[in-house]
């Protein structure tokens, strides 16, 4: 037999084993999947490409070396890069002890080569005792995996949906709350107000969480880091850089030299 594919129209939950692995190309499948929902636990590890999903109170995303995690019964849309390959691994509920929430998680070595043997082999071959030891093997190591950072707080409020369409179009991010305030037919007042109460957070930090996944999803697609930063709005590139290694440890160069390499 071959090994496992996820065609269009699988249904992962009536896959009767505690975990499943699956290899996909996006090339292979949709670059956006609509709003849905699985009975099983989902962990989407992206290989190549980045992966965006987006849940009702916030926008997770996840470069190489991340996964995202989507606990079970939660209703998410997923969206990939040009020419993306990530695994989906679909886990029964109660089998390990995973965060309640959704969230990204640093994914380490040995975990991605079990998640990728595991997505080799044919699934008539999942109950061998050879496989379930492999499995228990990665459950064990996942739920050690520590949390990762990249999380757009959202709401279901049609203004803040307005706004997350509209500030991820090119040049749009620079712009000031004020800018926005017009846009949205309100007060500069109002808005501040509305992004505290709908996600937690005021706007300018809000703002600066956004261009963050913008520019790694453009970086990863091999956009100059100049362009990225005029058209994110910072100040100066030397900005740009500052802001991206105080987010994630490392200079914008510096991921996009580990993500091809």
């Keep these: 037999m071959h090994a496992p594919t996820m065609p269009q129209g699988f249904d992962p939950d009536r896959h009767l084993d505690k975990v499943g692995a699956f290899r996909v190309n996006a090339a292979d499948s949709f670059p956006e999947l609509p709003f849905h929902q699985h009975r099983k636990g989902q962990l989407i590890l992206p290989l190549r490409g980045t992966l965006t999903c987006q849940v009702e109170d916030g926008i997770w995303m996840a470069p190489t070396g991340q996964a995202i995690w989507i606990p079970s019964q939660v209703i998410h849309s997923n969206q990939v890069s040009q020419h993306a390959e990530f695994c989906f691994v679909f886990i029964e509920p109660h089998s390990a002890d995973m965060p309640k929430?959704?969230?990204?998680?640093?994914?380490?070595?040995?975990?991605?080569?079990?998640?990728?043997?595991?997505?080799?082999?044919?699934?008539?071959?999942?109950?061998?005792?050879?496989?379930?030891?492999?499995?228990?093997?990665?459950?064990?190591?996942?739920?050690?995996?520590?949390i990762g950072k990249l999380q757009l707080p959202m709401s279901s409020h049609p203004k803040i949906r307005l706004l997350v369409e509209a500030i991820q179009q090119p040049g749009q991010a620079k712009h000031p709350a004020a800018y926005w305030a017009k846009k949205l037919a309100l007060s500069e007042r109002s808005l501040a107000r509305l992004m505290i109460s709908e996600t937690g957070l005021s706007f300018r930090p809000w703002r600066q969480q956004l261009p963050l996944i913008l520019a790694i999803n453009r970086l990863v697609e091999g956009e100059r880091v100049e362009i990225i930063a005029h058209e994110l709005g910072n100040e100066s590139v030397t900005a740009f850089i500052t802001m991206f290694k105080k987010a994630l440890g490392i200079t914008p160069g510096q991921y996009r030299q580990g993500f091809h390499a």
């Design 101 to 146: 929430e959704c969230c990204t998680l640093r994914i380490s070595p040995l975990i991605r080569e079990l998640i990728f043997r595991l997505a080799s082999l044919p699934l008539d071959q999942y109950q061998t005792p050879k496989t379930q030891r492999l499995i228990t093997v990665l459950l064990d190591q996942l739920v050690e995996q520590p």
